[in-house]
């Protein structure tokens, strides 16, 4: 099977941004629990961010395949750290899961 690399991209407070990290760490290790449906992650940051207040992340996933995402999202709301993203993340930029069409 194919793997499938979301990329989301979120505006966080620099005050939470350490939070932020911490707590997303902690969610992808609840995501994999049950079975490894992340097998690799980058915790990203924007390189010119216009504002010392505000900051862009990214997470930049890759998950086993896209049966994982649908799985994973189905269950969002049962993830202890979920609610505390939702919480800490401001404006949400981009949300997007990929395939590729071309391999090397």
């Known amino acids: 099977m194919t793997t499938c690399t979301e990329f989301a991209v979120f505006e ?3 005050a939470d941004l350490a939070r932020v990290l911490a707590v997303s760490e902690s969610l992808f290790l609840e995501i994999n629990a049950k079975s490894k449906n992340i097998i690799a992650h980058e915790i990203l ?4 961010n216009p504002s010392e207040d505000t900051q862009e992340i990214c ?3 890759t998950w086993v395949n896209i049966e994982a995402v649908k799985a994973s999202s189905s269950q969002w709301s049962s993830y202890p750290s979920a609610s505390i993203i939702e919480g800490l ?3 949400k930029r981009y949300y997007g899961h990929f395939v590729a069409l071309v391999g090397h």
Do not use: M, N, R
């Not at 940051?45 to 010119?48: H, N, Q």
């Open 12 to 14: 966080v407070k620099q």
């Open 89 to 91: 993340v401001g404006k």
């Open 59 to 61: 997470w930049h996933l």
């Open 45 to 48: 940051v924007k390189t010119d």
